[in-house]
């Protein structure tokens, strides 16, 4: 019987995996936007638990193949225990091809470059890593305790040791005043860094955060509208130039309008899909059936 700390969260990509939670709440908790972990404290779990779920885990999914680790930035942990569970998964699930995590600048940070090489070796093959903004000044007022230069150093970083890294982008979060800057930046940094998969999701706020996100503007915050929005990553397309392949995916429910394809090869097309939804906004997904 596995007990999870509720609530629970993995990205969409995860859904058919298994969870293994090592640890609870987010190590940071402080980004205006995000709500995510507000309710709890972050903990470390103990590993004689840790290992307990993982019996229980590979009792009842002996041929697993990828697993993911929870909570909000397991990455967070100290270098050593998380080696000795990714070490210890290996040795309970013989198929085990991936293990994931969500990952922030501060976990990779505080990482060094070798611990970071021997927890691939050990297994941790892919992070979800949330970019939000390259925009130094937006990062300032989103909270996220970060700049574009960090960024760019711990996710090339995290390359260079083989780890791969799904990055998320939040259209809107710069409201109308940031939009211009907030695509270019974002693309730049796109560009001088290693992604291997890229998705955009629209910015949507809890009740519980909107006062602390909208205190750090200045100026009454104006949000952009869809067609605003799309522009946004029009912008945000025509200016990447990635110098890999890079699996691009815009289909999380917040988005007005879903596209996928690989970069720089399908951008032709994703550039005139986009064009296309901002002249036509009835191939929009009606507000009532997003979420986020
Ligand atoms: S966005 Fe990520 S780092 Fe920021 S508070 Fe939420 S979970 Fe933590």
């Known amino acids: 019987m596995i007990y999870y700390s509720e609530p629970l969260f993995r990205p969409p990509s995860e859904a058919d995996n298994i969870i293994l939670q090592i640890t609870h709440g987010c190590s940071y908790n402080a980004c205006t936007f995000c709500s995510m972990y507000e309710t709890k404290v972050y903990?470390?779990?103990?590993?004689?638990?840790?290992?307990?779920?993982?019996?229980?885990?590979?009792?009842?999914?002996?041929?697993?193949?990828?697993?993911?680790?929870?909570?909000?930035?397991?990455?967070?942990?100290?270098?050593?225990?998380?080696?000795?569970?990714?070490?210890?998964?290996?040795?309970?699930?013989?198929?085990?091809?991936?293990?994931?995590?969500?990952?922030?600048?501060?976990?990779?940070?505080?990482?060094?470059?070798?611990?970071?090489?021997?927890?691939?070796?050990?297994g941790l093959k892919l992070i979800y890593f949330g970019i939000e903004t390259a925009s130094n000044e937006l990062l300032k007022r989103i909270q996220k305790g970060t700049s574009f230069e960090k960024m760019k150093e711990a996710l090339n970083k995290a390359s260079c040791a083989g780890i791969k890294i799904s990055a998320t982008v939040i259209l809107g979060v710069g409201g109308k005043k940031y939009s211009r800057e907030h695509a270019l930046k974002t693309a730049q940094l796109v560009n001088e860094t290693s992604l291997n998969y890229l998705s955009t999701l629209q910015l949507g706020l809890q009740q519980t955060k909107e006062e602390v996100f909208y205190k750090k503007f200045d100026e009454p915050f104006e949000w952009l509208s869809?067609?605003?929005?799309?522009?946004?990553?029009?912008?945000?397309?025509?200016?990447?130039?990635?110098?890999?392949?890079?699996?691009?995916?815009?289909?999380?429910?917040?988005?007005?309008?879903?596209?996928?394809?690989?970069?720089?090869?399908?951008?032709?097309?994703?550039?005139?899909?986009?064009?296309?939804?901002?002249?036509?906004?009835?191939?929009?997904?009606?507000?009532?059936?997003?979420?986020?």
């Open 43 to 122: 903990e470390e779990k103990p590993l004689d638990e840790i290992y307990k779920d993982i019996d229980a885990l590979a009792r009842y999914y002996p041929n697993a193949h990828k697993i993911f680790l929870a909570d909000g930035d397991a990455l967070a942990m100290n270098g050593e225990n998380l080696l000795k569970v990714l070490t210890y998964l290996h040795q309970k699930f013989k198929r085990l091809r991936r293990i994931s995590s969500y990952a922030s600048v501060i976990n990779l940070e505080q990482k060094s470059q070798k611990e970071l090489e021997e927890l691939y070796k050990a």
């Open 226 to 292: 869809d067609k605003e929005m799309l522009e946004e990553q029009l912008l945000f397309l025509e200016n990447l130039h990635p110098n890999n392949a890079v699996i691009f995916r815009s289909n999380h429910a917040s988005n007005a309008f879903a596209l996928a394809g690989t970069l720089p090869k399908d951008k032709i097309r994703l550039i005139q899909e986009l064009q296309y939804a901002i002249k036509d906004e009835r191939v929009l997904t009606p507000t009532w059936l997003r979420g986020f």
